[in-house]
């Protein structure tokens, strides 16, 4: 999780919101990713997302079976719906998302037992830090005057 948070703290320089993410394969880092949505103008450029394929180059396929997925933030829709299709083993995360999480605080959609693969899921880890560097973000944004 302390690399995702460095991946997280890496965008803070940039407009994105400072959600890192990385994806861990026999104890090896094998993705990472940082949300660049307004650096790369892209609605998909999530961590998470980056992440994945990241990770999906470097085991040459899609099926990422036995990998863990460590992210500050727990994951959107489109992001949740991602890891359960890449077979993503485990997801660990750390601030929950209370608007638009889709791993149990709004949603659920990777324990969704209509799916054809489920993730186990730990919630929280290192969750005030997390939490901490989206308060610091959204607050120098307010004072800007943005969003």
Known sequence: MRQAMAEAEAALGSEDVPVGAVVVHQG??????????????DPTAHAEMIALTAASDAMKAWRLEGCVLYVTLEPC???????????????????????????????????????????????????????????????????????
């Open 77 to 147: 829709v489109m992001c949740a719906g991602a890891i359960v299709l890449a077979r993503i083993r485990r997801l660990v995360y750390g601030a929950d998302d209370p608007k638009a999480g889709a791993c149990g605080s709004v949603y659920d959609i990777v324990e969704e037992g209509r799916l054809n693969h489920r993730v186990a899921v730990e919630r929280g880890v290192l969750g005030p830090e997390c939490g901490d560097l989206l308060r610091e973000f959204f607050g120098q944004q307010r004072s800007r005057g943005k969003r």
């Open 28 to 41: 090896k880092v094998i993705g990472r990713g940082r949300n660049q949505r307004e650096l790369l103008k």
